[in-house]
T-cell receptor, first 116, second 105 residues
Framework: EADIYQTPRYLVIGTGKKITLECSQT?????MYWYQQDPGMELHLIHY???????EKGDLSSESTVSRIRTEHFPLTLESARPSHTSQYLC???????????????FGPGTRLTVL | SQQGEEDPQALSIQEGENATMNCSYK?????LQWYRQNSGRGLVHLIL?????REKHSGRLRVTLDTSKKSSSLLITASRAADTASYFC?????FGAGTRLTVKP
């Protein structure tokens, strides 16, 4: 079991609410990632971070924002949730740049978000 | 997809049979990885194959890589019901669309 945690696991909210999805890891990994995945579909990279105070946008345009104030913490925030944000959000971390040997990504269990 | 395509999109087999999934990717790679995802959960890393390797084994898993064709395959031998999951190839943090494998007991 990977030491990477996401809360909440499930969230149902109304349109217009501000939400923050939490992600934390205890492995001391520098690299962290957020993916968006619709059921049965591919993963889309929406944000990543190389380390503290580093955040980058991923391949899929997202209205969410992220912050990386501490190594272990990489929260994702939606200022005003909409039904189009309904999806599963997966957080991951890796010691070094994903894809290199020894730098496999470890994933959290995901947050399933439903916006009504 | 961002990195490539898995083929087939879905595969259903009987327990004990072998399952083969293919992945084609678009850009040059240094390494390619395969991950497994149980329904509604996070992904788990299975195996990494380097660009200078042609084949790699890990238990019941066998991965091949053909850089000239920009393709890789994952073979699961003697499948079990517990192998039921989605399988994704990935490179540099980008994932394919995945193959949904169902192993019937």
């Amino acid at each position: 079991e990977a030491d990477i945690y996401q809360t909440p696991r499930y969230l149902v909210i109304g349109t217009g609410k501000k939400i923050t999805l939490e992600c934390s890891q205890t492995m001391g990994h520098d690299k962290m990632y957020w993916y968006q995945q619709d059921p049965g579909m591919e993963l889309h990279l929406i944000h990543y971070s190389y380390g503290v105070n580093s955040t980058e946008k991923g391949d899929l345009s997202s209205e969410s924002t992220v912050s990386r104030i501490r190594t272990e913490h990489f929260p994702l925030t939606l200022e005003s949730a909409r039904p189009s944000h309904t999806s599963q959000y997966l957080c991951a971390s890796s010691r070094g740049l994903a894809g290199a040997p020894g730098n496999e990504q470890f994933f959290g269990p995901g947050t399933r978000l439903t916006v009504l | 997809s961002q990195q490539g395509e898995e083929d087939p999109q879905a595969l259903s087999i009987q327990e004990g049979e072998n399952a083969t999934m293919n992945c084609s990717y678009k850009t040059s790679i240094n390494n390619l990885q395969w991950y497994r995802q149980n329904s509604g959960r996070g992904l788990v890393h299975l195996i990494l194959i380097r660009s200078n390797e042609r084949e790699k084994h890990s238990g019941r898993l066998r991965v091949t890589l053909d850089t000239s064709k920009k393709s890789s395959s994952l073979l699961i031998t003697a499948s079990r019901a517990a192998d039921t999951a989605s399988y994704f190839c990935a490179s540099l943090g980008r994932f394919g669309a995945g193959t949904r494998l169902t192993v019937k007991p």
